[in-house]
């Protein structure tokens, strides 16, 4: 088997590592998920609280004390209910949460176990090694590495330009502007409008 075809498993395997665990905290967040009040029932009584003021009219203060207290009692009700069946999925899912616990545990330390820098290991970068080995820019996970850096180092001296760029082109409207508009021309105020040093 040839070095590239071992760094391309490497990196497969990191790949698919990462897309396990991904998955593995996913089923955990669900897991834990708190159980949602249930606002159709809150409204429900809600809208007949309502429907008896009106029916009883707005004058009556004990219906409408009586609504008000019947709303929030049903509001803390649902608030506590849900509380109580969050406990109880968790208490059933405890099991199934330990277990995918020590899933993530393990993939973690195989993760560390690969020979790929732990900074290098997210999707977006493995599939970047993975295209300069395909595309022959590296034979080595060392030679992704640097070949990676320079394209990051690249990317921020673009971004540095562009924003160059683009304060030469405000400098050159604000200065088209002003001769535009016959205004007078003072260097060290044109200067400090456009924050030059």
Do not use: W
């Amino acid at each position: 088997m040839s070095n590239k075809q071992l760094v391309l498993d490497e990196i497969k395997q990191a790949q698919q590592l990462l897309t396990d665990k991904a998955s593995i905290e996913n089923n955990l967040i669900e897991l834990k998920k708190p159980v949602p009040i249930s606002f159709m029932k809150l409204l429900l009584v809600s809208t007949l609280s309502i429907i008896l003021l009106v029916l009883a009219g707005f004058e009556d203060n004990m219906i409408f004390y009586i609504s008000s207290v019947v709303i929030i009692s049903t509001f803390i009700y649902l608030f506590r209910t849900s509380e109580k069946l969050t406990i109880r999925k968790l208490e059933n899912n405890k099991h199934q949460i330990n277990e995918l616990n020590q899933k993530a545990t393990e993939l973690n330390h195989m993760l560390k176990t690969l020979n790929i820098g732990q900074k290098y290991l997210s999707p977006t970068i493995l599939d970047k090694f993975e295209s300069y080995v395909l595309n022959n820019l590296a034979d080595t996970l060392k030679d992704c590495a640097i070949e990676y850096t320079r394209e990051c180092e690249q990317e921020q001296q673009m971004a540095e330009l562009r924003k160059i760029q683009a304060k030469q082109e405000e400098l050159l409207n604000e200065f088209s502007r002003i001769k535009g508009n016959n205004e007078p021309f003072e260097m060290e105020d044109f200067k400090r409008r456009m924050n030059i040093e």
